[in-house]
């Protein structure tokens, strides 16, 4: 509760620092706010689910939620310290560009640590809504304007999903708090209506997640928003919604069905498969790694299936694909900068120009295709092992398939970089591009190298 | 057993009514063009659903669920909100609310 009551008021902060004309100090002060309190976060590490009574049970502090936590606040300070470049043309509204991702990491934190629905809820509300604005946030750009459109429009027909699903499930058990559910929900005589509900909250956040079925609205998204709210999107709105789905059914069921676990492997291969196929065929970078993301979310979807331990496989999972997705859309941010569009032709040559960029980009996409050293690799391998142990054979095999069919589409954009002839002159990199990408990749291979740092943190 | 409306109507009137509001609500997502018809369906969703919640609240003789649609209520508004804003910018960019003319991201 002090992470979320801190992360609001720093929010307040950004809000008031336009009327006093301290625009200038407005990145460095929220960025130390968020690592004091990413300092608190971590310093609640010894108290374990320990319910804070004094909020009427509405949030809980746990080792899932703090850690989940701190993964969202560390992406959302190298978020923060690319706007500084990016929203140069616009300093007006810069101060309001950061208090909304400020608030948007308040909803993520709510959505990780609630113990009530109502919380839940609001979490997902305020991190939505944070999103369609920033989606829109280019105001005379069509393409912005029609990307916040379509997300709005699909964001807010899956909350209308999920709230009809948690009404459901306030129906047949008359409680809001997921322990008094979790506690029901073993008990025979429950009425139908319970596993409708738990379905439709399901279906809502696979909407949010952008698996296989509900996927279709990712790719116009995330080629027309802005891009670095493309790398909000792909990297903490996706973890984010992960986690949630994950704390979801593991706090609100018991055991999952028979029927539920294939209908999650049949999602999960789905989302592989068609976020794999498609990226083949795309031209444009963002509208690639959106389908990528497609498929990353069938990859983290089959943590669902050893639901009781995948906990750190899913965090460890999700910070190796956040941090190269982060690396990944600093030098893309920074090479289609004054471009019209993210095409691949604009990525040629940069291994000549510009190799320290091409360097990161490439480690970046070896690490979300799973190429060794990297911690995608670990990732995967961790995540393929743990659902073999379970019995899932199929999705595994399934699983590898498309993580070779994945290289595919990586180098394309590898081969670009480094074999054709680039036409541009070499260009000035803005210096916090420079920080984040190598920051981020160094902690992507560090967590690499050292699996246990972030494995043995949930057991 | 305290005799209100609610034993006499029966809870799965309740359920019934809301679910056909609810479908609605998402034929009316599904199928109009007009970006403002669809913010509407997307208001009978919420507020079918804000129904509903009234309903079990007083089915399990508890206020948690009456709170809750003020909690909704309050979310939904801040939702058209920003979907007001966003459609008035469309509509400055193209001259039309028809969701159809919304086209330029194609791959």
């Known amino acids: 509760m002090q992470v ?233 709105a996706k973890v984010v919604a992960m986690a949630t789905l994950y704390k979801l059914l593991s706090g609100m069921t018991v055991a999952l069905g028979y029927k539920v676990e294939l209908l999650i492997v049949i999602i999960s291969i789905l989302s592989m498969t068609i976020g794999n196929i498609m990226a083949l065929r795309q031209k444009n970078v963002k509208r690639m790694l959106a389908f990528s993301g497609i498929s990353h979310a069938g990859f983290m979807l089959m943590s669902l299936l050893t639901l009781s331990t ?41 291994g000549k120009t510009n190799p320290l960029m091409a360097a990161i980009l490439t480690a970046s996409l070896l690490s979300m295709a799973g190429i060794p050293i990297f911690s995608g690799f670990f990732a995967k391998f961790m995540l393929f092992s743990d659902t073999v142990k379970a019995g899932f054979l199929i999705v595994v095999i399934a699983g590898v398939i498309n993580s070779i069919i994945s290289v595919g589409y990586y180098f394309k954009l590898i081969l670009a970089m480094y074999t054709k002839e680039s036409n541009e002159e070499k260009v000035a990199i803005p210096f916090a591009y420079t920080i984040v990408a190598i920051v981020a990749i160094v902690l992507n291979i560090v967590i690499g190298i050292y699996p246990s740092l972030l494995t043995d943190l949930l057991q | 057993m305290i005799e209100n409306i609610l034993n006499i109507i029966g809870i799965e009137n309740y359920i019934f009514l809301t679910v056909l509001l609810f479908c609605i609500g998402v034929f009316g997502v599904l199928y109009r063009r007009n970006a403002i018809i669809v913010f509407m369906s997307i208001e009978i969703m919420l507020n079918a659903v804000n129904l509903l919640f009234v309903a079990f609240s007083t089915y399990h003789q508890d206020a948690e669920g009456q709170v809750f649609v003020f909690f909704s209520m309050a979310v939904a508004a801040a939702e058209v909100a920003v979907g007001l804003a966003i459609l008035v910018s469309v509509f400055r960019n193209l001259g039309s609310i028809d969701i159809d003319n919304l086209k330029n991201l194609k791959g």
């Open chain 1, 310 to 350: 995948a906990a750190s496989t899913l965090l460890y999972y999700t910070a190796a694909y956040a941090l190269a997705g982060i690396a990944a859309f600093a030098v893309i941010i920074m090479v289609t900068k004054n471009k019209e569009n993210e095409n691949i032709e604009n990525f040629n040559g940069i």
């Open chain 1, 4 to 236: 979320l009551i801190t992360i609001v008021s720093l929010g307040v902060f950004c809000l008031l620092a336009e009327i006093f004309n301290l625009r200038k100090l407005l990145v460095p002060v929220t960025v130390i706010g968020l690592l004091g309190v990413l300092g608190i976060s971590l310093n609640l590490w010894s108290i374990d689910s320990s319910i804070d009574t004094n909020y009427l049970n509405m949030m809980a502090t746990t080792k899932f939620s703090s850690a989940f936590s701190s993964l969202f606040i560390v992406l959302t300070i190298f978020i923060l310290l690319m706007s500084d470049d990016f929203y140069k043309d616009i300093p007006t509204k810069f101060s309001d560009f950061i208090a909304i991702k400020i608030f948007l990491l308040a909803g993520a934190v709510a959505m990780v640590s609630f113990t009530n629905l109502a919380m839940f809820f609001l979490g997902i509300e305020v991190l939505s809504i944070s999103l369609y604005i920033l989606a829109a946030s280019r105001r005379l750009d069509i393409k912005s304007n029609e990307a916040g459109m379509k997300y709005f429009l699909m964001g807010s027909f899956a909350s209308g999903i999920i709230l009809f699903g948690i009404c459901l499930v306030y129906g047949a058990t008359g409680y809001f708090n997921l322990e008094e559910i979790y506690a029901l929900s073993e008990g025979v005589g429950m009425p139908v209506w319970f596993p409708i509900g738990v379905t439709l909250i399901v279906i809502g956040m696979l909407f949010k997640i952008a698996a296989a079925p509900f996927h279709f609205w990712a790719p116009d998204v995330y080629e027309g928003s802005p891009a670095l709210t493309t790398a909000v999107m792909s990297t903490l």
